[in-house]
């Protein structure tokens, strides 16, 4: 059952795609039991190893951090701007005084952001004009800690991780189609009443 990594920047905002995993039966994804001993010496069960390894084509693909100033009616996640013939969504506003960044997907077009400028609105009631003075495409690696879930297309359900921090294997390599491939690893301990929560993909 293929699967998508998905990330979010809180528990009840939007997930994005990040990486695939290529099923939750397969070593990509695991659930494994740890034991102890109960008083009388028998072995029981004391919690839960999970591993997720997902193959990631392109960290940086498609999100953008835009260094902005000068912000008097600060935009808010949802809205929509433009520069260079593209549609950037935000997904993460940090300003303090105005100034700060603004975390996009980009919407529409292909073109990526000119190297600095101004951001157009679209969509929104925030400033109708941004400045922005730089921006860069490692939104995902901007935080060691994302909320994450497993995210199944076929069948249109998930399995929710929470809160966890992740660690990413730099040393890509390339698969049989001459692509590179990163992988990004979440690997962490759930209750032992927490499993049915990791093994049983629920509907969105």
Not at 145 to 151: C, H, M, P, Q, S
Request: proline letters at 3%; a negative charge.
């Amino acid at each position: 059952m293929k699967a998508n990594l998905q990330f979010s920047p809180s528990a009840s905002g939007t997930y994005y795609n990040i990486g695939s995993v290529r099923s939750k039966n397969n070593k990509q994804y695991k659930v494994n039991k740890l034991l102890g001993e109960d008083r009388s010496g028998n072995p029981e069960i004391i919690g839960y190893q999970v591993n997720v390894e997902a193959n990631a084509l392109e960290i940086n693909l498609d999100f953008f951090v835009f260094t902005v100033s000068g912000i008097i009616d600060s935009p808010v996640v949802g809205d929509i701007y433009e520069n260079n013939s593209s549609g950037f969504q935000i997904i993460e506003v940090k300003l303090t005084g105005g100034a700060g960044t603004l975390a996009c997907i980009k919407y529409s077009g292909t073109n990526d952001p000119l190297a600095s400028g101004n951001l157009g609105v679209v969509v929104g009631d925030g400033d109708a004009i941004i400045a922005f003075s730089s921006w860069l495409d490692n939104y995902f690696l901007t935080k060691e800690t994302w909320y994450f879930r497993l995210y199944f297309p076929a069948e249109s359900k998930k399995i929710l991780f929470g809160s966890r921090n992740y660690f990413l294997d730099h040393d890509s390599f390339i698969n049989r189609n001459e692509i590179v491939i990163h992988l990004i690893n979440l690997s962490f301990i759930i209750d032992k009443d927490d499993y049915s929560n990791y093994a049983i993909p629920v509907s969105v």
